[in-house]
RNA sequence: GUCCCCAUCGUCCAGAGGCCCAGGACGUGGCCCUUUCAAGGCCAAAACACGGGUUCGAAUCCCGUUGGGGACGCCA
């Protein structure tokens, strides 16, 4: 049998990095044990639901390249995938189940259970469904159906314990004592979660259900509809939850938390799956750093640690940087395109003629970049033509003692140079200072500051090989006026 | 209030009775490299929540306490 997993969004909010990494250990599952990722979208709440929300979940999924086998947009042998298409078969479960007396009518309306339970809080703290409904006689309920009054189905839950093997908390078990007759046909004729979860979980042959934490309590009741349909049992694995720097649950108000935030934010996709796949799970061992085959190749269930996670916002940089060294040349230019074409710094001929300058240019500043867009916005004095120049380093460094005259010298030693590479380039320098009586360092500091407008750069001698001779003694001619206006 | 889950450095993990006076990573501090900034290398500080058992021996097993989290809806 082939292992079907699910990630099973409702579209009342974009996708969170707490519902991505369930959906990253669902489709590493799948992927890893040669089984099918379903994406099933459920949209039983119309009031919260919204198509924008469903596009949002969608986007952060193919962002992260967590494809789904069925699901949305590609259809498979089990859908509709929306399970606000689904609900006539959720009310025929329903209407099997009371047929079956494994569930009744319910008859009481909210006001009056809201009534009970606010009384039940006052005393004795807690409140359970007292059954009123579950003691109607059939002609009670007769009566009840002939006047027409509305009613929800709810479940019988039986006396005893129901016990699972969750494969990643080892065997949990609830006494049914503490469960309520629950709902699992509203009103108006919608199924509730606890319904349609394990409706379509059945229907659509899922074998693995992996889902968060909260879902823990939830699982003891969908057990018990389960064993009511007559179907056989998925197994079970509840990963622990994402939690904020305060150790609470992760929301809104830590900042960051859709993935697609991540997205805009110059983030690798490879980088962001590697990071939530670590929170809460270890291939054991000390690796920490793995390609997305890698985490295929190392992933199982039973790895996934019992307790929750904090996510750490520096050790994201620190995934997002080491991969960003790792990506290969032509990977790396594609990616970077988008904010160096925002900044205005793109050509086409960086993918074509200009490719392999282009590509040495990124390479400086990959050690340096912790984001994407920090390539566009660290290399900008290569693809200008007009310099900023910082007003603090012009004083400091081109305006030192007789710079202008070494500046003049280092021109000349330029201009003469058979090649224009780092090592000649550095030789030709260093024998300047020499010859002056100067620090190299001072005189690197201001070149530095007269090519690039800047103290901060890579290493000054690639830097000025790969901006080429010409526009190097441009900018040292440009450099000088610089320093010489308005110098008190 | 009831039920459930969890408990190793600040954070994420390793550890499945002796290999552990506990290992890696992020972060932090220092040093090295060095033309700046990074990257890289080296070093350092930093934890088995507590109390009982079981055992020749416990971070690892059991019980309790405490702490944290989650769930208790005609939400999902």
Not at 139 to 150: D, G, L, P, T
Not at 217 to 240: C, D, E, W
Not at 242 to 247: E, R, V
Request: glycine share 8%; charged share 25%; net charge neutral.
């Amino acid at each position: 049998m082939i292992p079907r997993v699910r990630f099973a969004p409702s579209p009342t909010g974009y996708l969170h990095v707490g519902g991505a990494r369930t959906a990253l250990f669902n489709w590493l599952y799948a992927r890893r044990a040669g089984g099918v990722f379903v994406l099933r979208i459920e949209d039983t709440d119309a009031e919260r639901s919204s198509d924008a929300m469903v596009e949002g979940i969608l986007d952060g999924l193919r962002w992260l390249g967590l494809a789904w086998d069925e699901g949305p947009k590609i259809g498979g042998e089990h859908g509709p995938y929306f399970q606000s298409q689904r609900f006539d078969r959720h009310r025929d479960v329903a209407a099997r189940l009371v047929a079956e007396r494994l569930a009744y009518y319910c008859y009481c309306t909210p006001e009056e259970l809201s009534a009970k339970r606010a009384a039940a809080e006052q005393t004795t703290g807690g409140w359970k469904y007292d059954r009123t409904c579950c003691a109607l006689t059939d002609r009670e309920i007769a009566s009840r159906e002939e006047a027409r009054m509305a009613r929800a189905i709810r479940f019988r839950v039986p006396e005893g314990t129901t016990r699972f093997d969750d494969l990643v908390h080892g065997p949990i078990e609830f006494d049914h004592a503490n469960i309520e007759d629950f709902v699992i046909l509203r009103s108006d004729g919608l199924p509730t979660y606890q319904l349609s979860v394990v409706s379509d979980d059945v229907d659509m042959k899922i074998t693995h259900v992996v889902r968060g934490d909260d879902h823990i309590s939830n699982t003891p009741k969908q057990i018990l509809i389960y064993r009511a349909m007559g179907a056989a049992l998925p197994q079970f694995a509840h990963v622990p939850l994402i939690l904020g720097p305060d150790k609470k649950r992760l929301s809104k108000r830590h900042g960051a938390t859709s993935v697609m935030e991540y997205a805009r934010g110059g983030y690798l996709p490879e980088a962001m799956t590697n990071f939530l796949a670590l929170l809460g799970w270890s291939p054991g061992g000390d690796r920490e750093l793995l390609t997305r085959d890698e985490l295929v190749a190392a992933f199982a269930l039973e790895g996934i640690s019992g307790g929750n996670a904090v996510f750490n916002p520096e050790k994201l940089d620190w995934f997002n940087q080491q991969h960003l060294m790792r990506l290969a040349p032509d990977e790396l230019a594609l990616r970077v395109k988008p904010s160096f074409e925002a900044a205005g710094q793109w050509r086409d001929e960086f993918l074509g003629d200009r490719r392999a300058w282009f590509f040495s240019v990124l390479d400086l500043f990959r050690p340096r970049a912790k984001r994407l867009d920090d390539f566009a916005a660290q290399s900008r004095f290569f693809f200008v033509d007009t310099l900023e120049y910082d007003a603090a380093a012009v004083e400091k460094h081109l305006r030192a003692t007789d710079m202008d005259e070494h500046l003049v010298a280092l021109d000349a030693a330029f201009a003469s140079l058979d090649t224009f590479d780092p090592v000649s380039i550095e030789a030709a320098l260093r024998s300047v200072a020499d010859a002056r009586g100067v620090k190299a360092g001072s005189l690197i500091h201001a070149m530095r500051v007269a090519v690039t407008g800047k103290t901060v750069s890579p290493g000054l001698f690639d830097v000025l090989s790969l901006l080429g001779r010409a526009r190097v003694r441009q900018r040292l001619a440009e450099a000088r006026r610089v320093g010489a206006t308005s110098a008190s």
